[in-house]
């Protein structure tokens, strides 16, 4: 059984930065792709950025040019660096495979506010 823990969120003011982690288990993590999600108050949960095993990404139009993903193999660590953060960016944010999905683990809190 995979499991995901997220860290690194927290409050920070807009234009500020963060940098999210998830540490995850199980032998196959190195060849699958990851990915962040976030889910905003009232909102859908949706795809933010993605990393295939050999570090091809994918952003959503709204991150692009500020968000990073990456993934440490050998750590089994996915991290996320988040610039220029705007108050739409307010969310939780969790990690996971893609598109076929693991239980979720528990997310980290990113407020944006000033």
């Known amino acids: 059984q995979v499991q995901l823990v997220e860290s690194g969120g927290g409050l920070v003011q807009p234009g500020g930065s963060l940098r999210l982690s998830c540490a995850a288990s199980?032998?196959?993590?190195?060849?699958?792709?990851m990915a962040w999600y976030r889910q905003a108050p009232g909102k859908q949960r949706e795809l933010v950025a993605s990393?295939?095993?050999?570090?091809?990404?994918t952003y959503a139009d709204s991150v692009k040019g500020r968000f990073t993903i990456s993934r440490d193999n050998g750590k089994k660590t996915l991290y996320l660096q988040m610039n220029s953060l705007k108050a739409e960016d307010t969310a939780i944010y969790y990690c996971?495979?893609?598109?076929?999905?693991?239980?979720w683990g528990q997310g980290t809190q990113v407020i944006v506010s000033s």
């Open positions: 199980g032998s196959i993590y190195s060849i699958v792709i």
């Open positions: 990393i295939t095993g050999g570090g091809s990404t």
């Open positions: 996971n495979r893609h598109p076929t999905i693991w239980p």
